[in-house]
Structures are given as structure tokens and as C-alpha cells.
């Protein structure tokens, strides 16, 4: 059965302890701990020994998405408090000290990018950074691919060339400001077209915005969708 989940940064903006809270409440089977911003790290790192994550199959983290260039080396450090079977969900654009991450091996897993990222939208950016990253895993944003390609023609070829890298799928609606909405029926509609190549193991990380009270119907709709694609697939 799929582990599927949210992102806590996605429930409760910078306040990992209130997502966890409600995601409690829920039949939720995978999270991923969100520090999106630097100054959230260290107090993910800080808080790991009172964390209650007994009920998630899979549990992943989001690194910052935007650092000053010092902090790359906090976030080098700070990552090996991380249990190692966390994967640390990455955007490119933050490396610079290509030595260190490569160093991580598969703990570093790469997501693709949406338009405001200078690198990591095709798979030919991708292509690039596994060339310096060999060991590293994938997490696949679907959202950010139908943002960068609504034909999702760019996500076919991704999936392709790096399913054997993927561990995790990112699923929401991402809008034209880069935010990441509930899912629509044109985002259901693109994710369609690429559910059948994506495993049906993989763990599901939703980071729509939703309040409290939406969050089982959202995880709900994604599920049905994903069930919709196998079904496809056995038919």
C-alpha cells in the first residue's frame, strides 16, 4: 500500500509541531518534515528526540529552499543528526559545494523545479546534476512539472530517464506565483496522463494548501486518483 501524506510546511506555515498535530488526528502514512526556510532547520534538527512519527511508514525532510551561501555549510552538518534513511528532499539551486552533497550518496534527493529556479526544470537539467550527484534519489513535484510544461510531454521524459533515482512524489496544483494549491480538475486531468509510469509503492507527499478540516478529503482525492491510474493499468 502506498505510504501517503503531507508536508508539514504545506498545513502549518513554519511550525512543524501544529502539522504534526493534525496529521495526528488522520490515517496519514507518510510525512515529510518541512524546514523551507534556514532559519527552520536548526529547530527541526533540535526538536527530532520529542518528535511523536510512529505512524509514518516513510518520512522524509525538505532542506531550505533559498540559503545565504554560508549556511550551505550548516546544512552539510547539521543533515547527519538526520536518521540516514531519511532522503533529504533538495532544490539544486542551493549547491554550490558540489564535493560535500556528492558526499551524501542517495541520502540527497533531488526535486525538480518550478519556473523561478534557474536549474532543474527538464530533464536535461536533471540529467546535469545526477552527472555530479551519482548516488543521488529523485522526488518528483508534479505540480511543478505541469507548471513548466502543461502538455506534461517534460514529465513523461523525466519519469523515463529517472525512475530508477524516484523515492517520493510531491502532488498539488502549483499556480501561476509558484504557490501550491488544493488539486484541481486540471491538475488531476495532467496528473493523469503521468500516474501510470509513477510505482504504485511510491510514498505520496501532498503539499496542497488546505485547512485543518480539508485535509482527509484532499488525501482522499489523491488517492483515488493514484487507485484510478492502477486501475487503468490492470485493465
Known amino acids: 500500500m502506498r505510504p501517503l501524506g503531507f508536508s508539514t510546511g504545506a498545513l502549518a506555515y513554519g511550525d512543524f509541531r501544529s502539522a504534526l498535530r493534525i496529521l495526528a488526528s488522520t490515517n496519514a502514512t507518510s510525512v515529510e518534515l518541512s524546514a523551507l526556510r534556514q532559519s527552520e532547520l536548526e529547530p527541526l534538527v533540535s526538536a527530532l528526540g520529542e518528535l511523536r512519527l510512529d505512524q509514518y511508514s516513510h518520512i522524509s525532510v525538505h532542506l531550505p529552499s533559498s540559503v545565504q551561501p554560508e549556511f550551505e555549510a550548516v546544512i552539510l552538518k547539521l543533515v ?9 528532499v533538495t ?30 526544470q527538464t530533464a536535461a537539467d536533471l540529467r546535469r546534476i545526477f552527472d555530479r550527484l551519482p548516488e543521488a534519489t529523485f ?20 519519469l ?8 517520493q512524489l ?6 501561476s506565483e509558484s504557490k501550491h494549491d488544493p488539486i484541481s480538475l486540471e491538475a488531476a486531468t495532467a ?5 501510470t509510469l509513477i510505482p504504485e509503492n511510491l510514498p505520496a507527499i501532498l503539499e496542497s494548501r488546505v485547512s485543518p478540516d480539508r485535509v482527509v478529503a484532499e ?4 488517492n483515488n486518483l493514484l487507485e484510478a491510474s492502477m486501475a487503468t493499468i490492470g485493465d
Do not use: Y
Not at 92 to 103: D, F, L, R, V, Y
Not at 160 to 167: G, H, K, N, P
Not at 191 to 195: D, G, L, R
Open 139 to 158: 522526488c518528483f513535484d508534479i505540480g511543478h512539472a505541469h507548471q513548466i510544461d502543461p502538455t506534461m510531454g517534460e514529465a513523461v521524459l523525466v
Open 170 to 175: 510531491h502532488v498539488s496544483e502549483v499556480n
Open 191 to 195: 496528473f493523469a496522463i503521468v500516474s
Open 91 to 120: 532544490h539544486p539551486n542551493i549547491i554550490s559545494h558540489w564535493s560535500g552533497w556528492k558526499a551524501l550518496g542517495n541520502r540527497v534527493c533531488i526535486e525538480n523545479m518550478d519556473k523561478r529556479k534557474s536549474i532543474g
Open 80 to 88: 547527519d543528526r538526520f536518521p540516514p534513511e531519511w532522503p533529504l
Open 219 to 222: 488525501m482522499r482525492l489523491v
Open 160 to 167: 523515463e530517464e529517472f525512475l530508477e533515482r524516484l523515492v
